[in-house]
């Protein structure tokens, strides 16, 4: 591997090769190094430098004058990696060198420090690494961790064009980022099902899958790069997390204990008697177990909110239950109600815009009312697999929030009702607060 130009970061101070791409971008805190502006920089500490004058009588030395001198700040250092993280390191640097199979697993618990190893890894890859996630959540929060320019997947590999009716259509684009990539890095892999890994696949390029076990299985249709053991496992808490309240309850949940009352910084474990209809509005996103109680929280916070309608209106939050890959719509995303289409033959027309992804457009979905009144399982499949699948997305379970992650979360409690998965309903929950945590027990 060439190792290229030494640079520093403008940003972080950190000191690392440049490996001869362009742009330049800082392996640690993933800040693009403006050249330019180290250009002026030098030219302008060169114009400024005292010229040398002519040599003149000496004159008598003045006596020393003490001066208080503020200490320089220490340098920022390279990453310390644990034993466990330089290993990992040096199994993913073999399989890039090696040539071995397409796809690598690296799996780990909340904490261990998959993100940070991965855009270390990308930094030394040759040609250009691209980050993807799922779902649109997922993308912004890996890019919140400093992996730029993150996307979902299907932005990755498919393009979208209109049909006749404005509306979007994705169609796998082999000449899209993918095909120019070096590596692809794929967080939250569980949710991955077989149509969109084999569609991965299909450019052959080398990809880098990250996981979590101790999560709940996959939401059906998912899990096509977890169906084999993983070929570096994590375990060990990195330092800079052990302090996160959510990363230290997550880890008891593990471990088999119990959750005690109280506060956890800005987390903090509740009775359903302190919870109060401003925190549910206040929050990012309400989080439940079971599909009744999740109807049971929709209404009551669409109630809140002024809509007392059955059926959706302008600028309802829904949730998307089934892929539709042509319409790029994803199962467990989020969208807005932008405007209403009425009603035709049991089926309630909407324009709706995704939450996560905004700027791919409005999208025309045509719903039976069925699932807005929680009569959707009663559907036969013949009528059922003409509709598209949404339903009000205020209060998600548990299994729909996979693959994405919120600041400002509220769980309510419902892990007993999951037997021998309630740690892993619990863990799985807890991690998809990234900031703030509320427990509702």
């Known amino acids: ?124 890859a040759r040609g250009d690494a691209l980050f993807a996630a799922f ?30 009716d404005g509306a979007p259509n994705f169609t796998l684009n082999r000449d899209g980022p993918a095909s120019r990539a070096g590596l692809i890095v794929i967080d939250e892999c569980s949710m991955v099902d077989e149509d969109l890994g084999r ?12 996981g979590d076990p101790a999560q709940l299985p996959p939401i059906k249709g998912g899990g096509y790069f977890t169906e084999a053991e993983p070929d570096v496992m994590l375990t060990e808490i990195h330092r800079q997390a052990e302090n996160n309240p959510i990363i230290r309850l997550a880890r008891t ?38 599909n009744r109680t999740r109807r049971m929280y929709n209404q009551r916070i669409r109630t809140l909110l002024g809509r007392s309608e059955i059926l959706p209106v302008a600028g309802d939050k829904l949730v998307c239950l089934r892929n539709d890959r042509e319409k790029g719509l994803i199962n467990g995303g ?47 499949w013949n009528i059922r697999r003409d509709s598209d699948e949404f339903d009000y997305g205020y209060a998600l379970t548990v299994h729909k929030a996979q693959g994405s992650q919120w600041d400002d979360v509220i769980l309510f409690d419902e892990s007993r009702s999951f037997r021998e998965h309630r740690a892993r309903w619990l863990y799985t929950g807890v991690t998809r607060a990234a900031k703030r945590l509320t427990i509702v027990k």
């Open 135 to 164: 779902t649109g959540k997922a993308a912004l929060v890996l890019r919140s961790k400093g992996c730029v320019g993150a996307s979902t997947i299907h932005s990755l590999i498919y393009y979208a064009s209109e049909s006749a």
């Open 1 to 124: 591997m060439k190792l290229g130009t030494k640079r520093q970061c403008q940003a972080c101070g950190a000191k690392f090769y440049d490996l001869g791409k362009r742009p330049i971008v800082c392996s640690r805190c993933g800040a693009e190094v403006d050249i330019a502006r180290l250009k002026q920089a030098k030219a302008k500490a060169a114009s400024d430098a005292p010229k040398p004058k002519p040599k003149a009588a000496p004159e008598p030395e003045p006596k020393p004058v003490a001066k208080a001198v503020a200490p320089a700040p220490p340098p920022r250092s390279a990453p310390k990696w644990s034993p466990e993280q330089a290993r990992a390191l040096d199994r993913v640097g073999q399989w890039l060198r090696g040539g071995g199979p397409q796809v690598f697993r690296l799996f780990g618990y909340a904490g261990v420090g998959k993100t940070t190893l991965a855009r270390h890894i990308a930094a030394g």
């Open 334 to 380: 989020l969208w807005r109600v932008e405007e209403l289409g009425g009603v035709k033959k049991d089926y309630v027309r909407l324009r709706v815009r995704s939450e996560e992804e905004p700027e791919l457009g409005v999208v025309k979905v045509a719903v039976l009312k069925a699932f807005f009144q929680g009569a959707e399982a009663d559907l036969p």
């Open 199 to 210: 569609d991965l696949l299909s450019f052959g390029k080398p990809i880098l899958v990250l």
């Open 253 to 290: 949940v593990r471990d088999g204990g119990e959750i005690a009352w109280g506060d956890y910084g800005e987390t903090r474990v509740i009775g359903r008697d302190e919870i109060n209809a401003e925190m549910v509005l206040k929050a990012d996103q309400v989080l439940v177990g079971l």
